[in-house]
């Protein structure tokens, strides 16, 4: 299995709902990551996730925030969002370790198209 | 800092032209060097890498040489078709940083024509 599976692959949402974007990996991967990625852009890293504890984070605001239950799971809890924060939200996976001679590939899901309406 | 300075686009090439997208980085220690391809309404996906320098990678047609004396990682195809065409990114891992970050350049535009 060399996937990373991302639900639900679109959202619509209000700017005073709740909710979340899972994202799933069984490649035995130890690091996890959120990146937000608007029209025409690369994607920007949001948060990191190595060996379950959170290791970077990029300034997001709070009304984003990361959870990684276990080694396979990664969440991202979505509050009182803003028009501007409709864009492609992308999942990847890494191997997570300091390997020199590894190509320690980031492996991506297909993302999450969220709408702030 | 880490870095990648990828070539703008877009590029709108003919069907059997021949592709190349510039790709330069900066890094502070070892990196190993990726590009990315994203499909409209996909995520992106690894077309190639290389892990140390005069490694070349290849996939599908596009090669790329990791060049140590110029910081370099073009991408190139001999010959586009129009299922090539999609956005490009160049990226890096620099494995002498503890973290586990990746830097990705701002993508180039491919469209081929028939």
């Known amino acids: 299995d060399t996937e990373v599976t991302q639900t639900p692959k679109h959202l619509v949402m209000g700017m005073t709902n709740k909710k979340s974007l899972k994202c799933e990996q069984h490649?035995?991967?130890?690091?996890m990551y959120w990146y937000k990625q608007k029209a025409k852009k690369p994607p920007e890293l949001m948060f990191v996730y190595s060996y379950e504890k959170l290791s970077i984070n990029e300034s997001v605001p709070s009304r984003f925030s990361p959870e990684c239950p276990n080694s396979s799971l990664l969440n991202l809890h979505l509050h009182a969002l803003q028009p501007e924060d409709s864009a492609l939200y992308l999942c990847?996976?890494?191997?997570?370790?300091?390997?020199?001679?590894?190509?320690?590939?980031?492996?991506f899901g297909a993302g999450s198209r969220l709408t702030v309406l | 800092g880490d870095s990648v300075t990828q070539m703008e686009g877009p590029v709108t090439l003919s069907e059997e032209a021949f592709l190349t997208i510039n790709c330069t980085y900066t890094?502070?220690?070892?990196?190993?060097l990726f590009w990315y391809v994203q499909y409209p309404g996909e995520g992106l996906q690894l077309l190639l890498k290389a892990t140390k320098a005069d490694d070349k990678g290849s996939n599908k047609g596009f090669e790329a040489t990791y060049r140590k004396e110029t910081t370099s990682f073009h991408l190139e195809k001999g010959s586009v078709q129009v299922s090539d065409s999609a956005v490009y990114f160049c990226?890096?891992?620099?494995?002498?940083?503890?973290?586990?970050?990746?830097?990705f350049g701002t993508g180039t535009s491919l469209t081929v024509i028939p």
């Open positions: 990847a996976s890494s191997q997570g370790n300091r390997e020199v001679s590894g190509a320690n590939v980031l492996t």
């Open positions: 890094a502070t220690g070892y990196p190993s």
């Open positions: 490649m035995g991967h130890r690091a």
């Open positions: 990226a890096l891992r620099d494995l002498s940083n503890t973290g586990n970050q990746f830097y």
